[in-house]
């Protein structure tokens, strides 16, 4: 079946603007997360939803940043008055609901703030 | 809080030599362990994963791994490296509840 799709691919936007990314996990995955790769370093946890219990968000790094889910199907990442130092690439993955279960992973959003 | 150490930023071997990658964690309970590979554009995939059982575990295009408790390690393998190998692997450990923490990566290229 489908994978994790994410949208879009590349965005590039201005310092101060504000960015919108989206997720759509695999149907029937409950569990969702939010990962940040900056350049030339690991993957970076940012948050997590788990069905209808509250989201993890304990990885964002400032309240700059925010995330939605939509039941069990879409969510949103956003990051408000974006800075130079958000510039990433921004994979999202989804999983069934029990502790192990494997990620699945988008082919992420590059973000690049000028 | 967990950890995960990839001590190898670039590793580069021979096509047809052997492979190892290190990975070493830091996890106060018993650890699920997974290796990703993401190659150049494309997103991660996991080659293998170990929750619990036997210690070495196979996973897919001939990799296998071996967790170690007594040396807290988790330490990625292939007998033979073919080209198509090269890309990044990134060790990752599951840090209570889903989440996962993962190592900094090794990028691994293969030379002809």
């Known amino acids: 079946g489908a994978g994790v799709s994410q949208s879009p691919s590349n965005k590039v936007t201005e310092k101060g603007k504000d960015v919108e990314l989206r997720c759509d996990p695999i149907?029937?995955?409950?569990?969702l997360y939010w990962y940040r790769q900056r350049l030339g370093q690991g993957l970076e946890f940012l948050i997590y939803?788990?069905?209808?219990?509250?989201?993890?968000k304990s990885g964002l790094p400032s309240d700059r940043f925010s995330a939605e889910r939509t039941g069990e199907s879409v969510s949103t990442l956003t990051i408000q008055r974006t800075q130079q130092e958000d510039s990433a690439v921004y994979l999202c993955?989804?999983?069934?609901?029990?502790?192990?279960?494997?990620?699945?992973f988008g082919p992420g959003t590059r973000l690049t703030v000028l | 809080a967990q950890s995960v150490t990839q001590p190898d930023i670039h590793i580069t071997v021979s096509e047809g030599a052997s492979l190892e990658l290190r990975c070493n964690y830091s996890?106060?309970?018993?650890?699920?362990l997974f290796w990703y590979v993401q190659s150049p554009g494309q997103g991660l995939q996991l080659l293998l994963k170990y929750f619990s059982g036997d210690t070495l575990v196979q996973g897919i295009k001939g990799f296998e791994a071996e967790f170690k408790r007594s040396q807290s390690s988790f330490n990625l393998r292939k007998p033979s490296v073919h080209w198509s190998d090269a890309a990044e692997y990134f060790c990752?450990?599951?840090?209570?509840?889903?989440?996962?923490?993962f190592g900094a990566g090794t990028i691994l290229r293969v030379k002809s």
């Open positions: 939803f788990q069905g209808n219990s509250a989201p993890d």
């Open positions: 996890y106060g309970a018993t650890p699920y």
């Open positions: 149907s029937g995955h409950t569990a």
């Open positions: 990752a450990v599951g840090a209570g509840g889903n989440k996962l923490v």
């Open positions: 993955a989804s999983s069934l609901s029990r502790a192990g279960d494997t990620q699945y």
